[in-house]
């Protein structure tokens, strides 16, 4: 397509001769598990995030899997989350034996209900599970005052300001679109309790410290050297990457793109993950998008309260309004670090005449 929807490409460029240099070291160390990377990332990343202790994982998924094992939350128990976010979430705690209970969404930030939230708590709720979806901050404050431990699903959402401070553990996928990615599957147990970051770090080598005592049923779930290697070649540039990613979120506002969809709201902690507006004539928009070669997605337009392998829940049509109408009208377009102001104006352009509106201003 002429306008992708993400050029990770064009990010790690710049960096190919670095990656080169520090893949040839892990090449001639011969370590390639759980080795001087992977410790070193893990200090690097819990020195940026401002928190005591990381694990490296195999990917973001496992690492919400491990969370919960660290906490004990298992059958019987009941996890809150929202239904507008990638299956990963619910299907990491149904894993686990325990229940997704979905929360409805704030129809402007997209993110959990507080109030709705607070309606959904029983006796048996372990955990709130918010997502910082597309890179937006969840409302930490407001959910931490309800008295549930919270674990922050942060696979989208890698240096945002207080992302990862609020709960008692925050995830993050290191998937190749991400805000900070790998080349490749990766993930990250980020724990503001040390219990927490030593349980996890146990359970993702088998329940073992040394591979010669087992204390726990465990997995087989580690980050590995080349990744890591490559993860610490990106983590110093998340910043100035998130501010580009910011800055043209702006240029989007500027080319008056509000004049015929809803933009997502630029709260100062936002990082842009992706660049998602709202529209009713949500298809017609694609249409004229795809027309044009310009990539964009609509993303959990089934969500999860409705997905085949969640029925047994309970939950129909019209249970979560806004969560619903959210799955109708979200609308992705290009997004990433370096994004041509020219491209912008393309995809601004093409996006009003098919609105019937004139050409970007």
Known sequence: MRIPLNDVKAQYTPLLGELRDRFADVLDSGRFILGPNVKAFEEEAAAYLGVSKTVGVANGTDALVLVLDALGIGPGDEVICPAFTFYATAEAIARRGAT???????????????????????????????????????????????????????????GAPGVATTGVASTFSFYPTKNLFGLGDGGLVAATDDDVAERVRMLRFHGSRDKVDFHFVGYNSRLDELQAAALRV????????????????????????????????????????????????????????????????????????????????????????????????????????????????????????????????
Not at 104 to 109: C, E, G, L, R
Not at 331 to 343: F, N, T, Y
């Open 100 to 158: 997704p209970v979905f929360a409805d969404i704030d129809p402007v930030s997209l993110n959990l209900d507080p109030r709705d939230t607070a309606e959904r708590i029983t006796a048996r709720t372990r955990a709130i599970m918010p997502v910082h979806l597309f890179g937006r901050p969840a409302p930490l404050r407001e959910l931490s005052e309800l008295g549930v431990p919270i674990i922050e699903d942060a696979a989208q959402a890698f």
């Open 234 to 361: 990106f983590l110093p540039h998340v910043a100035s990457w998130n501010t580009a990613r910011r800055e043209a979120a702006g240029r989007y506002e500027e080319l008056g793109l509000s004049d015929v969809c809803e933009l997502p709201v630029d709260d100062e902690g936002h990082v842009y993950h992706m660049y998602v507006v709202r529209t009713p004539e949500r298809d017609q928009l694609a249409a004229a998008l795809d027309e044009a070669g310009i990539a964009n997605a609509s993303y959990y337009v089934t969500p999860l309260h409705l997905q085949p392998a969640l029925r047994f829940l309970g939950y129909g049509e019209g249970s979560l309004p806004e969560t619903e109408r959210a799955a109708r009208e979200n609308l992705a377009l290009p997004m990433w670090p370096g994004i041509a102001p020219e491209a912008q104006e393309d995809i601004v352009t093409t996006v009003r005449q098919a609105a019937g509106v004139h050409a970007a201003r």
